[in-house]
């Protein structure tokens, strides 16, 4: 990005972001889920769009002077429908936890129940979790993985909801490696007389181009950020059955969390979808999930314990209880080798979301750099060495160089575009 009135007026902030600019550069992304958002993508977000203020919906303001952001979010909800074959939209969201609590707020009651994937077992804080604001307007119960096979049990799914009665069903994850099945949650809605909402964060990219199936077809609602697979902006987008569309808007705007759009976000939220629909973006999602299957076949090899034995999307989540090692102290080394991953609770973790036995990992950014299948082999060795000897601060120190050698060799999209 180029830079012309903040070296100048506030040079501590520029020097703050081209350092950030440059471990980006220098370090392998693989939190699955962080990306790298096209150049055309950011410049939106810093456009004067982010001036006006446009509380309300297109053609129906509180303020006047919106008829050029009136377009622009009509075309941002526009692509969104096209892309992922949804009746109604709305763009809004700042973020996927409003965007899911919206959708709360505008279909249940207080009090009333959700169903949801256990945060141990790879679901997400705003699905029900106990310190999340969702379980203290709304009674909350799990279902889990299954303690063997580390898979998503139907019918147990099932025999959960028959026996707990829900409202509201939610799938989706925020740590789980394989396929959902959105169909088999319809039938258990359907079968317990619950609403169903697909979580698809995580996944959206892959669903936007054929790689995931789409839930947008069974689902009554299907929430997702705009980053992370979809390679966009920061934000969010609630998609839904046109007759859930006028309670969701009210509780975006005026009755959920939120006021003032971000109409420069709406933009690029726009610019993303556009994106999103060319056969280059789904060259890309199917990228993301060879070069996934290529890094979990490495690290199985090595010897590593992978979460229901590998992985069918864009992430893998790691078992290191083989390996001697916590999950933070393998994510410190890395980061200190220049491989940035975090680290995360595994299913039937006996250990803490402070000091959990896994470590997470995906392959979006590396895929946006333009890596390969064979380019997994050195990243997956390198894993190997930094947990082989993690308190070796020379083998650290000569990793991190190795890997900013070979980083510079992929750019980065947004940067060296």
Do not use: W
């Not at 809605?189 to 996944?203: C, K, N, P, R, S």
């Not at 894993?383 to 070796?392: A, K, M, T, W």
């Amino acid at each position: 990005m180029r830079y012309e009135a903040l070296p100048e007026k506030d040079p501590e902030i520029y020097t703050l972001i081209q350092k950030e600019q440059l471990r980006q550069k220098n370090e392998l992304q693989l939190i699955p889920s962080e990306n790298y958002a096209s150049k055309a993508v950011l410049e939106p977000l810093s456009s004067v769009l982010s001036n006006k203020y446009s509380e309300g919906y297109p053609g129906k303001r509180y303020y006047q002077g919106n008829k050029i952001i009136d377009m622009i979010e009509e075309l941002a909800i526009e692509r969104a429908k096209e892309l992922f074959g949804a009746e109604y939209v709305n763009v809004q969201p700042f973020s996927g936890s409003p965007a899911n609590l919206s959708v709360y707020l505008a279909l249940l009651n207080p009090g009333d129940k959700i169903l949801a994937m256990n945060l141990a077992s790879g679901g997400h804080l705003s699905h029900g979790s106990p310190v999340n604001i969702s379980s203290k307007l709304y009674e909350t119960t799990f279902y889990d993985v299954d303690e063997e096979t580390q898979l998503l049990d139907y019918d147990k799914i099932l025999e959960v909801a028959k026996k707990e009665k829900p409202q509201l069903i939610i799938a989706g994850a925020s740590a789980y490696p394989r396929i959902i099945d959105f169909k088999k949650f319809r039938e258990i809605a359907d079968e317990v007389g619950a609403l169903f909402m697909a979580d698809i964060a995580h996944i959206a990219g892959l669903v936007a181009t054929g790689v995931h199936p789409s839930p947008v077809p069974y689902a009554d609602v299907v929430t997702t950020t705009t980053h992370k697979t979809l390679r966009g902006p920061r934000g969010a987008i609630v998609m839904a059955k046109e007759k859930f569309g006028k309670k969701i808007n009210k509780m975006v705007f005026p009755g959920g969390i939120q006021a003032g759009p971000h109409n420069h976000v709406h933009a690029a939220k726009a610019v993303c979808f556009k994106e999103a629909s060319t056969p280059e973006f789904k060259e890309y999602s199917e990228q993301i999930v060879k070069n996934a299957k290529a890094l979990a076949n490495v690290l199985i090899e090595k010897g590593f314990k992978l979460i229901s034995g590998g992985t069918d999307n864009h992430l893998m989540l790691i078992d290191l209880r083989n390996k001697k090692i916590g999950g933070k102290d393998a994510a410190i080394a890395l980061e200190k080798a220049g491989i940035i991953l975090n680290y995360n609770m595994i299913p039937y973790d006996p250990s803490t979301p402070l000091n959990p036995s896994g470590i997470r990992l995906g392959t979006p950014a590396i895929t946006s750099r333009g890596m390969k299948e064979s380019d997994m082999t050195f990243i997956g060795e390198k894993i190997d060495e930094v947990i082989n000897s993690y308190e070796d601060t020379q083998v650290l120190e000569r990793i991190n160089k190795e890997v900013k050698e070979f980083a510079s060799k992929f750019p980065v999209p947004g940067i060296d575009d």
